[in-house]
């Protein structure tokens, strides 16, 4: 996949790029990371990027011109389909679901506001998306950026270790990932469960389905809201909710 960042902090990239799955994936060819610094674009002595906001009020807004020419040279060098994103607050919240969708992109922009925000006719005109990493202000759009360039590079094909790991991941399904266990076998009184131990696929299996839908109705029951469960998955719902109430009474 192609990926270029507009960014006012083009190093701050360095740090994934270099370590981890995606810097894997960086240097398997597998992602093209490619930064574009308005500030390269600007004309004056000073590579001014932002001014004063009309209307006035605090801080500054980032200029049309620097950035319509970072996102031009970025346009140049990318597939011709590249999807154009801005990291907003005020956008689409990202999800799981989001990042297996832009595993098919052959390209995509990502630009990164700083200061108060961006002058409102540079989105108008040439973003096709905005995407949110949640409701709280970051002070600049790089981190966000990050956070969803990762949750997409573990779906490319080539950069996890071991493809499989993403199957049973949390939020794939609608459900939370269930609890994971290594050795050794007993911490004091704290024992693997037995399940895990006994070498038998199908109840290995049972048990994990049981415990990732269990953590999601503990944790995040508006996950489970209107969902349609097979045979098998009501049964193990009934287990959940037949423990539940045990511990209850026992209460
Ligand atoms: N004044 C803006 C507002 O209230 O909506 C916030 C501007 S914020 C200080 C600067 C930049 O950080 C934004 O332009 C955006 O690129 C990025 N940013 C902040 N919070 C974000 C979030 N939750 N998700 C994605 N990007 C975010």
Not at 51 to 73: F, H, N, S, T
Not at 75 to 88: C, G, H, I, Y
């Amino acid at each position: 996949m192609w990926l270029g960042v507009i960014t006012l902090f083009p190093e701050m990239f360095d740090a994934v790029s270099s370590n981890g799955v995606f810097g894997r994936a960086v240097d398997n060819g597998i992602i093209s990371l490619n930064r574009y610094n308005p500030r390269d674009f600007s004309t004056d002595k000073h590579r001014t990027v932002d001014d004063r906001p009309y209307g006035g009020g605090p801080g500054m807004v980032m200029m049309v011109e620097p950035l319509l020419k970072a996102l031009e040279a970025a346009k140049k060098d990318a597939p011709e389909n590249a999807l154009v994103v801005l990291m907003s607050p005020q956008g689409e919240v990202f999800s799981q679901a989001k990042g297996i969708d832009c595993g098919q992109l052959e390209g995509l922009i990502l630009i990164c506001g700083r200061y108060e925000g961006i002058d409102e006719r540079f989105i108008r005109g040439h973003v096709d998306e905005e995407w949110s990493i949640g409701d709280y202000v970051l002070s600049g759009g790089e981190l966000a950026a990050m956070v969803a360039t990762d949750a997409i590079a573990r779906h490319l094909p080539g950069t996890l270790g071991n493809q499989m790991s993403v199957i049973d991941e949390s939020h794939l399904d609608g459900t939370l990932d269930y609890p994971h266990y290594t050795r050794p076998e007993k911490l004091g009184l704290d024992v693997v469960p037995a399940e895990l131990l006994s070498g038998n696929h199908k109840q290995m299996s049972r048990y994990r389905r049981r415990e990732a839908l269990k953590r999601t109705l503990d944790r995040r029951p508006d996950l489970l809201t209107g969902r349609v469960f097979s045979q098998e998955d009501r049964k193990l719902l009934e287990e959940c909710f037949a423990g539940c109430n045990a511990a209850k009474a026992v209460e």
